[in-house]
Nanobody, 129 residues
Framework: QEQLVESGGGLVQAGGSLRLSCAAS????????RGWFRQAPGKEREFVAA????????YYADSAQGRFTISRDNAKNTVYLQMNSLKPEDTAVYYC??????????????????????WGQGTQVTVSS
């Protein structure tokens, strides 16, 4: 059974950093695009970042651009989200997701929650002021 499991969330002060990981199991996701979304209380789940199956293309929401970096290690079936200069408004449950294989080719597709086939259970990130 395919499964995505996030880790690395926690409590951090504003200006700090966290690195989220999303390990996949049950199949090889090397041909799948991978994305990160987040959902704050009372808000809809929103796109944060995505990376193409090869890692050659990355996509970021405006809120993440310049502060967050998405990367992947296909040998480990894992995707990462390095988050720097964290702000209280980054507080949310962060979800990783997989889309594919070879399905998305541009920002609009990766940004769309409905594009994704698999989702993790989420990891809480709390940024204190």
């Amino acid at each position: 059974q395919e499964q995505l499991v996030e880790s690395g969330g926690g409590l951090v002060q504003a200006g700090g950093s966290l690195r989220l990981s999303c390990a996949a199991s049950g199949r090889t996701f090397s041909s799948y695009g991978r994305g990160w979304f987040r959902q704050a209380p009372g808000k809809e789940r929103e796109f944060v970042a995505a990376i193409s199956w090869s890692g050659g293309s990355t996509y970021y929401a405006d809120s993440a651009q310049g502060r967050f970096t998405i990367s992947r290690d296909n040998a480990k079936n894992t995707v990462y989200l390095q988050m720097n200069s964290l702000k209280p408004e980054d507080t949310a449950v962060y979800y990783c997701a997989a889309v594919g294989p070879y399905y998305c080719s541009g920002y609009g597709c990766y940004e769309d929650r409905d594009s994704y086939d698999y989702w993790g259970q989420g990891t809480q990130v709390t940024v204190s002021s």
